[in-house]
């Protein structure tokens, strides 16, 4: 594991912990963690490293809003490709 591998997980887990206080209550707490992980590999190489924090917070949290807007019926999960 590379330091810049090692903050990246401490940034993805500090956001993860900022949008689960955010979003208890409302989402479950797997569904936030998948949210936040498949954000990270979605900016991954797409970011420069230093901006990760801030991507991932404000992606994840947008993504985790349309979640929340979704009809009920609309949020049947399709299991994920990778």
Not at 36 to 46: A, G, K
């Amino acid at each position: 594991m590379t330091v810049r591998s090692h903050r990246a997980d401490d940034v993805v887990d500090e956001v993860g912990v900022w949008l689960a206080g955010e979003f208890a209550g409302r989402l479950p707490a797997s569904e936030i963690d998948r949210v936040v992980r498949t954000t990270r590999l979605d900016l991954e190489e797409s970011i420069a490293p230093e901006e990760l924090g801030e991507m991932l917070h404000r992606l994840g949290r947008a993504r985790l809003q349309r979640i929340l807007h979704l009809p009920p019926a609309a949020r049947v999960r399709i299991p994920q490709a990778r």
